[in-house]
C-alpha cells in the first residue's frame, strides 16, 4: 500500500515531469526557398542554431519562394520565414505578384544585406549612362521578379528605360551575369556585389561595376519602384569587379513570422541570433552582413513583434523613434 507521502512526492514528480515536457514543447518552423538556395542555407543555420540552444525546438521545411511561404507564414503561428525588404512591403501591402494582404506578418530581425550593381566587361568601354543607351542589357528576370523590379529602378535611375536598350531575356541574377560572360550581353543588371559568379568571372575576364547616381532625391526615385534599400558605397578594390569606387543599391532581408507567434519563442530566436552571431557566421559568410546591432531599425515595412521589441529593450536597442515607426507602419494595414 501506498503512503500519502509516497503519493505526494509521486504526485509532485509527475506535476515537474510535466512542466519539463510542456517547456520542451515550445517549437518553432523556418520555411525556406528550395535547398541550395541562400534562403535556405541562412534559414537551416538559424534553427539549427536555435535548436542547439535548447529553449526553442525548431525544424525547417524547405518550400519555394516567397509567394509560397510568406503567405503560409502569414497563416500559421510559431511559422517563420526570410524574405527581402521590397517583397515585405508588396507582401504586406498586396502588391506585386500578392493576391493579399499578408497583414499578421511580423518582424523579427532586420537580416543580412543584399548590394546589387550593374557589371560589364572591364574593356567595354561603358563608363556612363549614355554609353548603355543601344547595348544588349540583361532584363526579363523570369524567375527573379525583384530583380525586375530593381533592373527597372536602375535604369531609371540612369535617365533611360527598357525602351533605350536592347532586352536580353534571362531568368535571374546568376544567368544574367553568365550572359556577360559568354559574350550575348554588354550590361549585366542586379549583379550582387561579391557574387561567387563574379569572382569566377573575374579570375579570366576582368568586369567592373558601375556606378548609379547616388543622392537624397535619386534614392526617393528608386524607391518609388523598389520600396527598399539605399545606396552602398564600395571603395576601389574592396571586391571583385570594384574597380573604381561605385555606388550601388543595398537592401536588407527580413526574419519575419506570424503576430500569434507566442512572445517567448519570438523572444528566444531573436536573442540567439543576437548573441550567437559569431557562430552563425562560422555557417556562411552570408551572415557577415547581419549586424547584430542592426537587428532593430526604423526604416521597416513590416511592424515589430512584440517577442522581439521586448529583447531589443533590454538590450538598449530600442526607441521612440522605432516603436513610432513599426506602430505606423501596423497602422496602415
Not at 47 to 69: E, N, R
Not at 103 to 124: A, K, M, W
Not at 233 to 253: C, K, L, Q, T
Request: hydrophobic share 40%.
Amino acid at each position: 500500500m501506498i503512503s500519502k507521502t509516497t503519493r505526494a512526492v509521486l504526485a509532485a514528480g509527475f506535476v515537474a515531469t510535466m512542466g519539463v515536457s510542456a517547456q520542451a514543447q515550445d517549437s518553432a518552423n523556418m520555411l525556406t526557398a528550395p535547398t541550395g538556395s541562400m534562403v535556405n542555407t541562412v534559414g537551416t543555420a538559424i534553427a539549427s542554431q536555435v535548436s542547439q540552444d535548447g529553449k526553442v525546438d525548431m525544424g525547417t521545411s524547405a518550400m519555394g519562394g516567397p509567394q509560397i511561404t510568406v503567405p503560409r507564414t502569414n497563416a500559421t503561428p510559431g511559422s517563420f520565414t526570410l524574405l527581402n525588404a521590397a517583397d515585405a512591403h508588396d507582401a504586406f501591402n498586396k502588391g506585386g505578384s500578392y493576391q493579399a494582404a499578408n497583414t499578421d506578418l511580423r518582424l523579427v530581425s532586420i537580416g543580412f544585406q543584399n548590394p546589387l550593381g550593374i557589371l560589364v566587361h572591364d574593356d567595354s568601354g561603358i563608363e556612363t549612362a549614355e554609353d548603355i543607351r543601344g547595348k544588349r542589357v540583361t532584363g526579363a528576370f523570369s524567375a527573379h521578379k525583384t530583380c525586375e523590379t530593381l533592373a527597372t529602378a536602375q535604369l531609371q535611375n540612369l535617365g533611360l528605360s527598357w525602351e533605350d536598350v536592347t532586352v536580353v531575356p534571362v531568368t535571374h541574377s546568376k544567368t544574367g551575369v553568365e550572359a556577360l560572360a559568354d559574350g550575348r550581353a554588354d550590361v549585366a543588371m542586379c549583379v550582387p556585389v561579391g557574387q561567387a559568379i563574379v569572382k569566377q568571372i573575374n579570375a579570366t575576364d576582368a568586369v567592373r561595376f558601375i556606378s548609379m547616381n547616388k543622392g537624397k532625391d535619386e534614392a526617393a526615385k528608386v524607391r518609388e519602384l523598389f520600396p527598399a534599400g539605399a545606396f552602398k558605397d564600395y571603395a576601389a578594390g574592396s571586391s571583385e569587379g570594384v574597380i573604381n569606387d561605385v555606388s550601388v543599391w543595398n537592401y536588407p532581408f527580413y526574419l519575419v513570422t506570424n503576430k500569434d507567434t507566442p512572445d517567448n519563442v519570438v523572444y528566444e530566436v531573436t536573442r540567439v541570433i543576437h548573441d550567437q552571431i559569431d557562430d552563425l557566421r562560422s555557417t556562411s559568410a552570408v551572415f557577415k552582413s547581419w549586424e547584430a546591432d542592426g537587428m532593430a531599425a526604423e526604416d521597416v515595412n513590416v511592424p515589430y513583434h512584440p517577442g522581439a521589441i521586448k529583447f531589443y529593450k533590454e538590450k538598449d536597442m530600442w526607441s521612440d523613434a522605432k516603436q513610432k515607426a513599426s506602430d505606423a507602419v501596423a497602422s496602415a494595414d
